[in-house]
Nanobody
């Protein structure tokens, strides 16, 4: 059983920054890509960013590219999401997720690729 625990959310003014963390347990963290998704009220959960198992590859949604940075520390079994230049439209619950298969990065922006999700952390950006 995989457990994912996010932290770091909060209330921030537009233009500000936050760093989210997600600590994983339960399987070989270093063998799996990791992803971040978000869900705003009344909207579907959407892809934000993903990082490959060895950090050599990253992928971002167009809406966050250039503002957000995903990273990971395999020794700490932790994935991070550094969020800069935050906008009110970034307001959402942010979830980290672990994919079904190790060593896979193809279509990593698809929710169907993931089988474990954290409980989420709220990010609110005020204007």
């Amino acid at each position: 059983q995989v457990q994912l625990v996010e932290s770091g959310g909060g209330l921030v003014q537009a233009g500000g920054s936050l760093r989210l963390s997600c600590v994983a347990s339960g399987r070989s963290f270093a063998n799996y890509a990791m992803g971040w998704f978000r869900q705003a009220p009344g909207k579907e959960r959407e892809f934000v960013a993903a990082i490959s198992w060895g950090s050599s590859r990253t992928k971002y949604s167009d809406s966050v590219k250039g503002r957000f940075t995903i990273s990971r520390d395999n020794a700490k079994k932790t994935v991070y999401l550094q969020m800069n230049s935050l906008k009110p439209e970034d307001t959402a619950v942010y979830y980290c997720a672990s994919p079904k298969k190790p060593w896979e990065f193809e279509n990593i922006d698809s929710r169907d690729k993931y089988d474990y999700w954290g409980q989420g952390t709220q990010v609110t950006v005020s204007s």
